[in-house]
């Protein structure tokens, strides 16, 4: 039995951060857990303030979900408050709360299938993460499956997406300080600290990027974005270049290390001032 109750307390959770969209969050992210068999006692939800708490609670499935927390208004903030609310060291796969489905590219199906046997899959990536030392993991950024690739994940400097990652807690080192391109930042961040981040390229995450109603959407503006993308770009010269080319007109950002003698570590990280908008 002690076993067993040791086996769990290191076991990893789910933590879904939400804003003003409890029936978003109850008829995709929790209702795709559910049908992946996840157990509603791993699942953490985390909302704004007490009134966002009671519409939650009467909007949301009993049994479908196990905690909800009250935290604070912001991504950033948000994406803080959980990594200091989990002890250093645990388990954390973060999903938004729009996530309709996972695609994986397999045989037999030329855009890629439904993704099966999440939880063992989610549980490899937590055992590839303690064992390479490279504790944020994540997924193909989009659902196109000409560029989406079979093979083993990437373990050098690759964006990965805020919608759904892994991360073995690092402690509040991992303090983001922008709303939009946070994401980035993070990938950044661990990258520097861990020398690599790890993304399936043959699995992706189904989203409405951009385009629900609430959440980031209720405070985001095209002029904050692309304050946040030079902010990037100047806070790491060496490792970000701004990226003006996407037909959705959003100001992105390009990912690769330029360092011409690579450092990692807290010492490397702490080399940077962190982009503030």
């Known amino acids: 039995m002690g076993q067993t109750r040791k086996q769990r307390s290191t076991d990893w959770i789910v933590?879904?951060?939400?804003?003003?969209?409890?029936?978003?969050?109850?008829?995709?992210?929790?209702?795709?857990?559910?049908?992946?068999?996840?157990?509603?006692?791993?699942?953490?939800?985390?909302?704004a303030d007490k009134e966002q708490e009671k519409l939650y609670k009467d909007t949301l499935k009993s049994g479908t979900y196990g905690h909800i927390h009250v935290g604070v208004p912001g991504m950033a903030?948000?994406?803080n408050y959980i990594t200091e609310f989990f002890p250093k060291g645990k388990m954390i796969l973060n999903m938004d709360d729009d996530i309709k489905d996972f695609i994986q590219l397999r045989a037999g199906f030329k855009r890629g299938g439904p993704l099966t046997g999440f939880s063992q899959k989610i549980a490899s990536a937590f055992a590839l993460a303690k064992k390479t030392g490279f504790r944020l993991?994540?997924?193909?950024?989009?659902?196109?499956?000409?560029?989406?690739?079979?093979?083993?994940?990437?373990?050098?400097?690759?964006?990965?997406?805020?919608?759904?990652?892994?991360?073995?807690?690092?402690?509040?080192?991992?303090?983001?300080?922008?709303?939009d391109k946070e994401?980035?930042?993070?990938?950044?961040?661990?990258?520097?600290?861990?020398?690599?981040?790890?993304r399936y390229t043959n699995i992706a995450p189904v989203s409405a990027y951009y385009t629900e109603p609430g959440g980031m959407q209720e405070t985001r503006t095209m002029k904050r974005i692309e304050a946040s993308a030079k902010a990037m770009v100047k806070a790491f010269p060496d490792l970000v270049t701004l990226n003006l080319t996407k037909k959705?007109?959003?100001?992105?950002?390009?990912?690769?290390?330029?360092?011409?003698?690579?450092?990692?570590?807290?010492a490397a990280l702490k080399k940077y001032t962190m982009p503030q908008v």
């Open 15 to 47: 933590a879904i951060p939400s804003y003003k969209r409890p029936e978003t969050l109850r008829d995709k992210t929790l209702a795709l857990l559910h049908s992946y068999k996840v157990p509603a006692q791993k699942i953490h939800v985390f909302v």
């Open 137 to 179: 993991f994540g997924f193909y950024p989009v659902v196109n499956a000409f560029f989406m690739k079979e093979g083993p994940p990437t373990e050098d400097l690759r964006y990965i997406i805020g919608s759904v990652w892994g991360i073995i807690n690092p402690g509040k080192i991992l303090t983001v300080t922008i709303d």
């Open 77 to 79: 903030a948000i994406r």
């Open 248 to 266: 959705s007109g959003i100001p992105e950002v390009r990912l690769r290390d330029k360092r011409e003698t690579p450092e990692f570590g807290e």
């Open 183 to 198: 994401d980035y930042l993070r990938s950044i961040m661990m990258y520097l600290l861990d020398g690599g981040v790890i």
